[in-house]
């Protein structure tokens, strides 16, 4: 998905969407239930391979926002703070990058400076600095280009009018007062600026580069590694970048000499191949496991090469409510009542590979409040109570929705289970396939959007702040990259998510986030469905593998490696 990241996750999150387990509300708890995974020492060089069902949704940090891509981009770019490195809450936990530190506020928290490291390179040798910080950012604002994370035009004051550095020029709210210097203004004080700044689209690019499509086909490199080759759909492969200097990172380990992806295949023939272990897949990663292989893999020798956790996201399914009958709550309601999770959670591999959902943010997040808004014996659904709300609504007597997914059997096989479920109400869905590799792409454009979508969100970090309002503030309700699936713009919601933003306690601004998700859900815009599991093979070769909390329960790839490069 996206962010997350909203979540489904290419490349190497969860092949199908996104994740968690319930625990009670209170603090961030990680994956606490994760393996530790196929430790050790990773060895210099070699090449790791990873399979992948789809491709990458973009190259471009401005344009990418789901987690196996996320995940991904610390491998090629760097930013002014990051996530760190380990498994579990350690590894939410924001470190400085390119910058210095994670930031010094003033003015009570509406300015925010940084200051660049030394030894700072571009992958053709060109210096970092603030300016082509300041560049990169401003390109957040590009209608065309900016479709990815929306906290910095969310956060960072700018001109109404202001529409990116290749159509209005400068951004004056940003300024470099010298090379290694950098200073925001923001439209308000928020407290946890130094987590905004781990986001994709705070990667540096070259002063006057970018425009147009050209990141995505030829990134400029500002990490360990840079591309060599890129198939789209196919394959794509990373070579090491002279220019990054390990003295400059304390985060990325960067032994291997090379990542291989390998694009399009098919989730049971990645099974296949991660079990028989043979040839060049001893040295391979991929995502989660099908549902149809769970069995397969409880021999004592899989088992040891075997890496389970929770994902940190939660699967939902947005209700457009600018259609209609969706325009009525007491139609989304029902539809919340309704819908049997049992059976879509057995669509992905039941218990072993989900939780059920019954709230948006997911038990990882903090201050999250552990209640179940429509309750039914057994989360069945409640047909009887959802008939009585369509008979109030006026619509007993049935109608239809389109609900699109992902062409993805795990995606496909939850929407079969919300068509059987609504079958009973006299609602006819009609499943509307989308190529995985664009499907964020065209729910995320109000104009493409049909009735419902599967899909998921991740925290960007652990707070409430990076789940509840990019999903249900209607006020960031945009053409392209949208995230507000519902489309929910309710001036009770709003002006919650304003009065949460005032705190400068952390700590309360989450709470205040966990009792604003029972108003969201009075609502009923979206059916909160799994707090899906992570279940990993890794190859007989693979050292310094661990599941990263922040990019939905994946292999942290800026760790991992080969435990012997001659293999």
């Known amino acids: 998905m996206r962010v997350p990241r909203v979540g489904a996750l290419l490349g190497l999150a969860l092949s199908g969407v996104l994740v968690l387990s319930a625990c009670s509300g209170g603090g961030a708890t990680g994956a606490a239930d994760s393996s530790a995974g196929p430790g050790g020492e990773t060895a210099k060089g070699g090449t790791l391979q990873v399979l992948a069902n789809a491709g990458f949704s973009h190259l471009d940090p401005a344009r990418g926002f789901d987690g196996g891509v996320n995940n991904f981009y610390r491998l090629i770019y760097r930013t002014l703070t990051t996530q760190g490195a380990a498994p579990g809450a350690d590894g939410t936990k924001i470190v400085p990058d390119l910058a210095t530190d994670t930031g010094k506020p003033s003015e009570g928290g509406k300015t925010w400076t940084f200051t660049l490291k ?21 390109r957040a604002w590009d209608p065309e280009v900016g479709i990815g994370s929306p906290y910095a035009k969310q956060i960072i004051d700018a001109p109404a009018t202001y529409q990116g550095p290749y159509k209005s020029g400068d951004l004056p709210t940003i300024a470099t007062p010298d090379a290694k210097t950098i200073v925001f203004h923001l439209k308000k004080p ?13 990667v540096p ?24 080759e890129y198939k789209p759909g196919a394959s794509l492969k990373l070579v090491r970048n002279d220019k990054w200097d390990k003295k400059t990172d304390e985060v990325r380990t ?88 049992q059976t879509v959670r057995d669509a992905v591999g039941g218990s072993t ?44 007597n049935g109608f239809t929705l389109t609900l699109d997914t992902r062409t993805q059997p795990k995606m496909q096989a939850m929407s079969v289970a919300v068509q059987q479920a609504l079958e009973p109400l006299k609602i006819t869905v009609k499943i509307n396939p989308i190529d ?35 999903l249900f503030d209607g006020r960031n309700i945009t053409t392209k990259g949208n995230s507000n699936l519902s489309q929910l713009n309710d001036k009770g919601v709003n002006a919650k998510i ?46 310094g593998a661990y599941l990263h909390d922040g990019f939905s329960g994946g292999i942290d790839l800026v760790s991992v490696g080969l435990a012997d490069a001659g293999k």
């Not at 580069?209 to 500002?222: H, T």
């Open 190 to 202: 928020y407290a946890d600026f130094g987590s905004v700044v781990a986001q994709n689209t705070f």
């Open 118 to 138: 030394d030894g700072l390179f571009f992958e053709n040798g060109a210096p970092i600095t603030s300016a082509d910080v300041k560049w990169g950012v401003s």
């Open 436 to 470: 995985t590799s664009t499907y964020y792409e065209v729910i995320g454009t109000p104009s493409q959007q049909k009735d419902m979508a599967i899909t998921g969100w991740c925290p960007d970090w652990p707070s409430g702040a990076t789940f509840l309002p990019p």
């Open 254 to 341: 960067a032994n291997p000499d090379a990542f291989q992806w390998t694009f399009g295949l098919d989730p049971a023939t990645i099974d296949e191949r991660m079990i028989a272990g043979q040839g060049t897949d001893i040295n391979a990663i991929a995502g989660t496991v099908q549902a149809a292989s769970v069995a397969r893999i409880q021999t004592p020798q899989l088992k040891q090469r075997t890496m389970t956790g929770l994902g940190g996201c939660t699967t939902y399914m947005g209700l457009n409510i600018t259609k209609k009958p969706l325009n009525d709550v007491r139609v989304r309601q029902a539809i919340n009542l309704a819908v049997n999770k």
């Open 353 to 396: 590979l989900a939780d059920i959902a019954t709230s948006i943010q997911p038990p990882t997040v903090a201050g999250r409040v552990d209640y179940d808004p429509y309750p039914s014996p057994d989360h069945k659904g409640d047909i009887e109570k959802a008939r009585a709300l369509l008979t109030e609504a006026g619509v007993a």
């Open 498 to 543: 304003d009065e949460i933003a005032k705190l400068t306690d952390v700590t309360a601004a989450n709470a205040a986030y966990g009792e604003l998700d029972k108003q969201i859900m009075a609502l009923a815009p979206v059916v909160p469905l799994l707090y899906e599991k992570v279940l990993m093979l890794v190859g007989t070769n693979i050292a």
């Open 205 to 228: 690019v070259p002063k006057g580069q970018g425009a147009g499509n050209q990141l995505d086909s030829k990134p400029i490199s500002s990490g360990p590694y840079k591309l060599a």
